[in-house]
Each structure stands twice: as structure tokens, then as C-alpha cells.
């Protein structure tokens, strides 16, 4: 309804209103006074209705072209300030540790793991600091691009950690459907789509490392489907080139491929839950480790589950909040497995092995959390052609116990110490003690739930 249409219709009122008096009421001066009045106000709301009408055509002409008043700078120039809603958001993420270690070295025992996998350096470190770039690239498609910059023994070290297009709602796709190109980290239980510094802990669970590397990041493309039910359901999956771990050395360029389904909702006002299972199924051709004295050719299926639930006891989880979590990961391989550090030679090989861990962190004030996990590994049988090398976890399953306790002063900074107690090799424990800060500043999106 215009604002023209409101003012016929108040005039229309007013007539009604009168008309309904009494008939004694209602004599020739008066219906001629009624009559002059009405006028009177319609002709006020049509000046004042057709100024407003004028001042939102001349505010619309000025929204289309995307300029503003310009702005007075000194020596009397001035510039016409444009819309910057496609211009891209910067974030810098600066993510640094301190750390101590009781052990040496620490292996995990039964597993031949990939380098960002190994536990990290003793000492001052800087730990993937990350520079993004992201924005709408028009009203169909987004993009974002995200830098690590690591050290590599003594070389820092730009890696390629994200960059990817998606879709949007205006992108013409179903109700609910989103595709994903590119390289990202894709959906695999809850911590795989989450970059390190989003982590509740300074470290990765033991599953991650062993399994994903820390992370699943490979080349591809995902598709996923929100379902119209009253709960929140969403399925999906995707296909990958096959060059990042657990995989690697891709022939055909569409080696790996993805299923997954997760399902939550709402508890109440205070709470809020999500299940979730997957699957990441793919080929690796002379997998190595970090120390590449281990290589895999052959199957490799993971299968994953994940189960997060949160309590906000006063209804504003700023001020506190409850949250548990646990993922459990499953992996059958099926191939060969090469040992040059251990002169195994190569050993056929069909066993499985799993992992999980359990977490719960607590936010008793705005800034303060305190948390716990325990994550273990449970290694494959090994066979005989591979005793004594990495893969033989000499009948011990290895486990570590974490709590940590974080100080947020904003959601631009965080600092965290952290203990840990890791019994990776038998009778080999270490104690760990971390202290991590993770400050960022420019802008950086929310994370998912």
C-alpha cells in the first residue's frame, strides 16, 4: 500500500464516521463544514505524499549508481565514495606457541603418518598464520582464498590452505542446494571444515593426525542438499583429484570421492544438538609419510562419525555455555605397504584400524573456558612382513589426555595453555605443556557450528 493510498483511505474513514451519526445530527452546515474539511486534508496529504514520493525516487536513483556525498578533503579535492558490497574482506589470523616437551621424539606407534601429522617443534614457533581474501564475487557466486604461511625446517613457506567458488541462493539451484569448486576443507566430520585456529584444543585429536594429516584439503568439487524438514537434515558429497593425504598420487584426476548426512535441531530455547556420519573413499599410489620412509599403494575407505551437542545455562552462550563433542573414525585399506626404514620390503596388506576422541569445553564467564579430551588410536593386525616396522604398534594402543584453559579478551584474540599427557609409544610418556595465542585482525567469517 503506497502512502497516497494510506491518506484516500483515512479520508475514507472520516466520511464513514460521519456518516453513521444520527440523522438528527446531522444538518446541511454540517455535512458542508465535513465537506470543507475533508478537502482541506486531502489536499495537505497529497503535497506531503507526493514530497515523500520524490525524496525516495531521488534516495532510489542515488542507491542504483551506488553514490554518496562527497567527501571534503584537504586542498579542497573531492572523491565519489562507490559501493563496496563486491569489494573483497581481508583477515589476517596470527597464531603463535610456546612449547615443552618430556620426550624426545614421538612416534605413533602402529601408524605411518604424514608430516603435518608429527607432533611440531619444541620451543617459539609460529604456527600457520593466515591471510584471506573473500567476498561475493556477484549475487550468484562467492569466493575465498586463504594463505598459511608456515616454517618448513629453516624456510618459511607460503601454502595454498583454501580457494574455492560457491554458490548462493540467487544462483538459480533448488531450495537448499549449494555447490563447492575447488580446494577447501571439505565436509568429513565436524573439525575437518573448521581452519586450526577455530579448534577448541592447540593441537588436532589423535584420529586427524593419524588419518586426514591434520586436515582434508584435496582439489574437487561438492554438492549438498538442505532437505525441507522441520528439523535441520542436509546430505551430500563430492569427487577429489587424490593427491592429499590419506591419498596421493592421482593418474586420473578423479580418484577420491565423498558421501555424508548429518541431521540436528534445537533442545528447548538452550540447547542444540548434530549427528552426523560420512564417508571418504579413494585410491593412494605410493602414499608416503613425513619422513617418506614409508609408502601405501592400494584402497583406502575412511568412515567417520561425529555427535556435538551444546548448553547455554542462562540462554546466552556469550556468557556461558557447555559443549560436548566426539568423532569416531573407522579405515579400511586394502594394497601394499613399503617399509625402506625398517627393510621390511613390500608386504601385501587388508586390515583396519579406528580412532576417537570425546571433548568437553566449558565457558564459565564471557572471557574464561576450560576444557578436556581424550582421543586413542586402535592400530590394524599387522602382518608378519611388517613387524618391527612403523605400522607394528608392539601391543600398545596409543592415547593422550588434554586440558587446557583459554582467555578471550575479544573475538580478535585468545590465549591458551595447554597439558598434555601422550603415551604414543609403549612406555614412552611425554608431558606437554603448550601456551598458544591466536589474534586476528581485518575481517574473517563466522565459522560453522
Known amino acids: ?49 507526493t514530497a515523500l514520493e520524490n525524496k525516495i525516487i531521488r534516495m532510489e536513483a542515488a542507491k542504483s549508481t551506488g553514490a554518496t556525498k562527497p567527501n571534503s578533503t584537504p586542498g579542497g579535492s573531492t572523491r565519489t565514495i562507490r559501493d563496496n558490497s563486491f569489494n573483497p574482506s581481508i583477515g589476517i ?95 568429513l566430520g565436524y573439525l575437518n571444515e573448521h581452519h586450526s585456529h577455530a579448534d577448541d584444543f592447540a593441537d588436532r585429536p589423535l584420529p586427524y593426525r593419524a588419518y586426514l594429516n591434520k586436515a582434508y584439503n584435496d582439489d574437487g568439487i561438492e554438492v549438498s542438499y538442505v532437505l525441507p524438514t522441520d528439523f535441520y537434515s542436509e546430505i551430500g558429497g563430492g569427487i577429489f583429484r587424490g593427491d592429499d593425504f590419506p591419498f596421493g598420487g592421482s593418474t586420473g584426476g578423479l580418484d577420491t570421492f565423498s558421501a555424508f548426512a548429518r541431521i540436528g535441531g534445537d533442545i528447548g530455547d538452550n ?35 561425529d555427535l556435538r551437542y551444546t548448553w547455554a545455562p542462562t540462554g546466552n552462550p556469550r556468557e556461558q555455555e557447555l559443549i560436548l563433542q566426539a568423532e569416531f573414525f573407522h579405515r579400511d585399506e586394502e594394497g601394499r605397504y613399503t617399509d625402506t626404514g625398517a627393510g621390511t620390503g613390500t608386504v601385501a596388506y587388508n586390515e583396519a584400524s579406528s580412532g576417537w576422541y570425546a571433548q568437553s569445553v566449558y565457558k564459565f564467564a564471557p572471557s574464561w573456558r576450560v576444557g578436556a579430551r581424550y582421543s586413542q588410536l586402535l592400530a590394524a593386525n599387522v602382518p608378519t612382513g611388517l613387524a618391527g616396522s612403523a605400522l607394528d604398534n608392539g601391543g600398545h594402543d596409543p592415547y593422550s589426555v588434554s586440558v587446557m584453559g583459554d582467555w578471550t579478551n575479544s573475538e580478535y584474540g585468545r590465549l591458551r595453555l595447554q597439558y598434555n599427557y601422550e603415551e604414543l609409544t609403549k612406555n614412552q610418556e611425554d608431558h606437554q605443556v603448550v601456551l598458544q595465542y591466536i589474534m586476528s585482525f581485518g575481517a574473517h567469517g563466522a565459522h560453522a557450528f
Not at 18 to 46: C, F, G, V, W
Not at 94 to 115: M, Q, R, W
Not at 126 to 150: C, H, Q, R, W
Not at 289 to 294: C, I, L, S
Open 1 to 49: 500500500m503506497t502512502y497516497r493510498s494510506i491518506g484516500i483511505a483515512t479520508a475514507c474513514a472520516l466520511v464513514a464516521s460521519h456518516a453513521i451519526l444520527p440523522a438528527n445530527a446531522q444538518t446541511s452546515s454540517d455535512a458542508q463544514a465535513i465537506l470543507a474539511e475533508l478537502r482541506t486534508m486531502k489536499q495537505a496529504y497529497e503535497s506531503r505524499i
Open 271 to 305: 540447547q542444540n544438538w548434530r549427528l552426523g556420519a560420512y564417508t571418504l573413499r579413494g585410491n593412494a599410489t605410493s602414499r608416503a609419510t613425513g619422513e617418506g620412509a614409508v609408502t601405501f599403494n592400494g584402497d583406502t575407505n575412511l568412515y567417520a562419525a
Open 93 to 187: 589470523i596470527l597464531n603463535g606457541k610456546a612449547t615443552s616437551f618430556s620426550e624426545d621424539s614421538s612416534n605413533i606407534a602402529g601408524f605411518a603418518i604424514g608430516e603435518e601429522g608429527e607432533r611440531g617443534k619444541e620451543g617459539l614457533s609460529i604456527d600457520e598464520s593466515e591471510l584471506n581474501f573473500s567476498a561475493n564475487i556477484d549475487d550468484k557466486f562467492y569466493g575465498s582464498l586463504t594463505t598459511a604461511i608456515v616454517r618448513e625446517g629453516t624456510e618459511d613457506k607460503i601454502e595454498l590452505e583454501e580457494a574455492y567458488v560457491m554458490t548462493l541462493p540467487d544462483a538459480g539451484l533448488p531450495a537448499g542446494s549449494r555447490i563447492k569448486a575447488g580446494r577447501a576443507f571439505w565436509t
